[in-house]
């Protein structure tokens, strides 16, 4: 998706809330950020290896997006 002015958008969604990343796709390694706020660090999902499914059900830890939270120290 672009944003008005041809950037692109991050749009990865949070694992739990599924809520969207509404910044540019260059964020990149600042965290994830919804229009809300809410800020998250993730990863490939280390059960459906960004499959998004396990045992052809959704996965329960990403919850079908393919990428998991992870914690990250930021001293």
């Known amino acids: 998706m672009m944003k008005p ?8 969604r949070h694992a ?10 260059t964020h ?3 965290p994830h950020c919804d ?3 809410t800020t998250w660090h993730d990863g490939l999902c280390p059960d459906c290896h960004g499959g ?3 045992f052809n059900a959704v996965c329960p830890t990403c919850n079908g ?7 990250v120290d930021e001293d």
């Open 5 to 12: 002015g041809g950037q692109d958008i991050c749009r990865r």
């Open 16 to 25: 739990d809330t599924g809520a969207e990343c509404c910044l540019p796709d």
């Open 28 to 30: 990149y390694p600042r």
């Open 35 to 37: 229009v809300s706020g």
């Open 52 to 54: 998004g499914t396990v």
């Open 65 to 71: 997006h393919g990428f998991a939270l992870i914690d």
